[in-house]
């Protein structure tokens, strides 16, 4: 009798052991860290891949978590040498793009008699640290306050980099936090003038501009003159099927570690990939181009069988 409780007792016991680790597999829980303009689009991936995947739980970190937890990084500048870490790698996933904007009261909308040319955004945005003695520094077109994230932040350093500069080299105020307190900054300044991406720059919902700001005018080609009527889908698809002189647009990616790459970790990013594209516009993000898009798979597919 003592013999059959105990053999009872350890079949409950192995039992309970293989419900624990069943429930770990399916309950395995994927941290994202990293640009924060970028998580509205994030959220959504999110939410969607719960719809398919609900064995898998994926959050954005809190603000008290540890570098170590993160399983994914969003990155939404080019990485400079050495910023990665050994056996990390990069999928990019989408792009972005900045515009210019001011506040809709500034006097030079009035003013101005063409768009600003890449040239004059040079001067308006960005000075020039080492300069030669003999040389003459053009002053910009009107009066304007720039407002800019920090050094560090990926939009300062994607901006900086199109324009051939450093991010300490761009002018102005700098505004700490979210890049959505850059918007709040021009609005209280009629001269103020910043970049900012396009989701945060429109109304994803009603797709046009958000109130009381106003897009600089540029000198745009032919094909991209409706981008100053200031609706989001326009601009995409401008975007996405031309290069502009005068707009910025980088990459966005997830920075994850070879090592700890499980079977949910790419699993998440493939489905990105693919059906997650479709989330890009609604949420004011331009998609991979279809080149782009087979190269980032097929690297991701390559990467994760070499370390297996």
Known sequence: MKAKQFYLLILVLILSVTGILAQ?????????????FTYPLIEKWIAEYAKVNPAVTIQLASKSAGTESID???????????ELKENQEIVYVGQYGLLPVTNKNNPALASSKRGLSRKDIDKLFFEVENIDE???????KFPATIYARDNKACASTALANYFGHVSSEIRGRKVLGDDIYLLSAIRKDTIGITFNNLGYLFDTNTRNLKEGIALLPLDLKKEAKTISTGNLDDVISILEKNKVETIPVEKIGFIYSQENAGKEIPDFLKWVLTDGQRFNHPEGFLNLDKHDLAEQINRLTEKLLSSK
């Open 24 to 36: 770990n597999i399916e309950n395995k829980t994927i941290i994202i860290s990293g640009t924060r």
């Open 72 to 82: 994914l990084c969003i990155i939404a500048h080019q990485p400079s040498k050495g």
């Open 134 to 140: 003999d040389q003459v520094i053009e002053k910009p």
